[in-house]
C-alpha cells in the first residue's frame, strides 16, 4: 500500500496531479481510516499511468474519463469510436498546421525578397490585408 506521495512518485506525477484526478474523478479518495493515512495500491500507479499516456494522445479528462469507464476490456468497439473521433481531430488539425506553414512560409520568402526601401514589409502588410 502506497501513500499519495509515493503514489506521485511512482506514476511520474506530481501530489497535486493526483489530487487533481481526483477531484475530476478519474481516481478513487480512498477512506481515511481513523487517525491514519490514505493508502493506495498499484492499480491506482497503472491507473496514473494510463491517464499520462491518453494524455499525450491528445485524450481531454472527459474523454480518459469515458476510456476509464471502458477498461474492463469488453467495450473494445465502444473505446474504438472514441479514438477514431480523436484521429479525426488530430488529422484536422494537421490540416490546419499543414495550411498555416505553407502560409508563412511564402510570407518568410517574400520578407526575404523584399529589398527594403520604399517596398513595406510583405509580412506585415499581408497581415493588415486580412482584418
Known sequence: MLTISRLA???GVSVETVRF???KGLLRLPERPPGGI???DSAEVA???FIRSAQRLGFSLAEIGQLLQLEDGLH????RVIAEHKLLGVRARKADLDRMEAALSTL???CGSAA???VGCPLIEALREDD
Open 9 to 11: 512518485r511512482e506514476a
Open 21 to 23: 484526478y481526483q477531484r
Open 38 to 40: 490514505r493508502r493506495y
Open 47 to 49: 491507473r496514473l499511468r
Open 76 to 79: 473494445c468497439d465502444e473505446a
Open 108 to 110: 518568410v520568402a517574400d
Open 116 to 118: 527594403g526601401g520604399s
